[in-house]
């Protein structure tokens, strides 16, 4: 869901505002700490603040004070007070409650945090919630396209000079990018996602050591030199792991070491069901209640060498509320399952001794516990 910008008018002087502050880059200013987002969307003005019970980077309640040159948009401020610590919470995402306990003081801190959990269970999307919660510039970066030490921050690119001759190009990746400009701009913080950073050679990830250190810095391969990472940009990497993936590398302690890890799972049922009925409003309860309550057997099968995503149940509701199928969704369920669920496995569904075979005698024996068709 994408949050608007706020309008002046829907902020009153006296009601209390959830907010993340930054250090002001402004240095002749009165107020010391900075916001942009109010309730999780931008707000019209710069919020600013002098109190000294904010904490940069820590989510807080807010009392609106004064609301300065409301009538002009591009002057003028909001002023704002510390009410109370805000409640922590990620729209959109479930995270178990001791991690999300974990994950705010990471947050807090700066600290390199590597989420470690199944295929699908919604690690690239906490990454992007959390950059949209606390205001973030969110740059993601798929490390399974790294060969090279100098792929995380530039690639090659050949092409035909005026002449014909071929002439090769440095081509900066969105990580280089977004430390350059990181550098420049002190009034903004930015959340990179290094996405299956498992999938990329040992050797490759040796070049992201000292930006993950004390150290806090990477060599430009465009520009041959050191360039100075930020206070203001936090790593976050997802790894997948399990004997299901293929093309993943080990991670050696050294890398390890550079993380804090935090380890994930896949929602409970319940909780599956109010994600997807969020997402999908126009389904009816009980059958997304079915439809996790198959994805959850699955998971637990035994005889299964890998599991179901939560991008699996997602994509069966997208079919199941499409109008072509949304007139007969339960008599429809079946056959989205052959391609949602079954279709992520080896094999056919309606070959037993395949692993494809075993999902679909797990769906039907759901369905028929459940008292609904199989076809």
Not at 68 to 81: L, S, T, V
Not at 237 to 254: K, L, M, P, Q
Not at 341 to 354: T, V
């Amino acid at each position: 869901m994408i949050m608007t910008k706020l309008e002046i008018d829907e902020i009153r002087v006296g009601a209390v505002m959830e907010a993340t502050f930054w250090a002001n880059p402004v240095e002749d200013s009165r107020f010391k700490y900075r916001a942009t987002h109010l309730d999780g969307r931008r707000a019209p003005k710069v919020v600013l603040s002098d109190d000294v019970r904010i904490q940069p980077g820590v989510p807080c309640l807010v009392r609106i004070e004064a609301i300065h040159k409301p009538e002009r948009a591009d002057h003028g401020f909001i002023e704002a007070k510390w009410e109370r610590p805000a409640p922590f919470r990620i729209e959109g995402v479930w995270i178990d409650p001791s991690v999300a306990k974990k994950l705010q003081i990471l947050l807090e801190s700066g600290l390199n945090i590597l989420l470690d959990g199944p295929q699908g269970c919604g690690k690239t999307t906490l990454a992007r919630a959390i950059a949209e919660s606390l205001g973030m510039e969110f740059v993601f970066f798929n490390c399974g396209a790294v060969v090279e030490a100098s792929d995380f921050l530039a690639t090659i690119q050949v092409r035909a000079s005026a002449s014909g001759a071929p002439v090769t190009d440095f081509v900066k990746t969105d990580v280089l990018l977004a430390i350059e400009q990181a550098n420049e701009s002190k009034d903004k913080r930015w959340l990179v996602f290094l996405d299956e950073l498992n999938r990329c050679p040992e050797s490759a990830r040796n070049a992201l050591m000292p930006a993950l250190d004390a150290t806090r810095r990477v060599f430009h391969p465009v520009e041959n030199r050191f360039v100075k990472i930020p206070d203001h940009v936090q790593f976050v990497a997802a790894v997948n792991r399990g004997r299901e993936f293929s093309g993943t590398f080990g991670i050696d302690a050294a890398q390890l070491d550079r993380f804090a890890p935090l380890q994930m799972r896949y929602p409970p049922p319940p909780e599956e069901v109010k994600l997807l009925r969020a997402r999908h409003p126009s389904l009816g309860k009980e059958l997304v209640e079915t439809l996790v309550a198959i994805a959850d057997a699955v998971r637990h099968a035994p005889e299964l060498g890998q599991s179901l995503s939560v991008r699996a149940t997602d994509e069966a509701c997208v079919y199941l509320e499409h109008p072509l199928m949304s007139e007969e969704p339960r008599a429809n369920l079946p056959e989205v399952l052959k391609s949602s669920f079954c279709g992520r496995f080896s094999g056919r569904w309606d070959d037993p001794g395949s692993d494809a075979g075993a999902v679909w005698a797990t769906v039907t024996r759901v369905l028929r516990e459940r008292g609904e068709p199989v076809a």
